[in-house]
């Protein structure tokens, strides 16, 4: 008798755990490529997206998915990637804490203190200018907090929102305060859509 009614205790608990599981919703995975439409594109670039080729790379805790929209009729075109957390991965490094990582570092703080204390602004080498320009500056106005990172020649725009970060970069534009803009403006719509 006690073992029946153990062997129904177990049953009943059994099944309130999977009645409990099923009404938990999964965890929705975002298709990157379907974070902009072809539409979208057209409004900032002027052109619309003729392909779209979407790629996912695994990488210590985190899964960055991306998405190459080419346009046809000239070199633009637009590359967005998306940091999401890798459940298959269970290591500590998160989106939000490899974004700390890069963005908040206190040696990159020490290293511009430093700079301006020294007063090494004059006679930098063409070496020294560049690595300034290819560091972060920070961008206002979109998601939790925005980073572009590039060179006058290239450059993409990193944006933070909740547990996830977008990487967009457009190709075929030579002005980069053009390429922040129209990569500003695309991010927006992507960001509409996490």
Not at 34 to 47: D, K, P
Not at 67 to 75: E, I, K, L, R
Not at 96 to 111: L, N
Not at 119 to 127: F, H, P, V
Request: charge should be positive; glycine fraction near 8%; charged fraction near 25%.
């Amino acid at each position: 008798m006690i073992q029946r009614s153990l062997l129904l205790c177990l049953v009943l608990l059994s099944a309130a755990a999977f009645a409990q599981k099923s009404k938990t919703p999964p965890k929705k995975s975002v298709e990157v490529c379907s974070l902009l439409t072809s539409a979208e594109i057209e409004s900032v670039l002027g052109e619309a997206a003729k392909q779209a080729k979407s790629s996912t790379q695994p990488g210590g805790g985190i899964l960055m998915s991306q998405c190459f929209f080419g346009v046809a009729s000239s070199a633009k075109s637009v590359s967005l990637a998306l940091a999401t957390a890798n459940p298959a991965d269970k290591s500590k490094l998160t989106p939000r804490a490899f974004w700390r990582k890069q963005f908040h570092s206190g040696d990159q703080e020490k290293v511009k203190e430093e700079k301006s204390r020294s007063g090494k602004t004059g006679d930098r080498s063409k070496a020294e200018h560049e690595e300034e320009l290819s560091k972060a500056r920070s961008i206002t106005g979109i998601g939790e907090e925005a980073y572009w990172v590039g060179n006058p020649i290239l450059g993409a725009l990193y944006v933070l929102q909740g547990d996830k970060f977008l990487r967009i970069s457009v190709g075929g534009i030579r002005q980069e305060p053009e390429r922040i803009e129209k990569s500003k403006a695309l991010a927006r719509m992507a960001l509409k859509r996490l």
